[in-house]
């Protein structure tokens, strides 16, 4: 019984929200899902809640190592990440479900390995 019902609602997870994998520089990452008409600043609040670190910066890339910072304001998920879809890829193929990298800088230390660019220090592991 639990076990189809916990199926149930991981699947049913991506309906009406959306998945993202929360990564911070030191590599560590953790699955965050938010409701797709929370505002960004909910998805700022709900990251510092995910790893209780305050002053998180939260940003996306691309293809092409470019960076897009995610403001912390009133404007909903969804329109961000429609306005800038070249930014949202889906890290996993079908028919995993739909799950978006997010990056976390949180004033880690630059001289330790990065598996991304930090935007304050530009490191580049």
Known sequence: MYQAQFIRHVNG???NKYLFELQKC?????LMPIFK?????ELHANAFYQFAM???TLYVMDG???SLS???SP??????????????TPIYALPDPVVYKIHMYNGC?????HPVQCQSCNVVS
């Open 26 to 30: 030191c590599g560590y990452s953790e």
């Open 70 to 72: 995610i403001p912390n």
């Open 75 to 88: 404007m909903p998920v969804r329109q961000f990440l429609m306005e800038n879809l070249h930014f949202f």
């Open 109 to 113: 230390n630059c001289n330790s390995p």
């Open 37 to 41: 008409e929370s505002s960004l600043a």
């Open 54 to 56: 305050p002053g998180q």
């Open 64 to 66: 092409c190592g470019n």
């Open 13 to 15: 997870l991506t309906n």
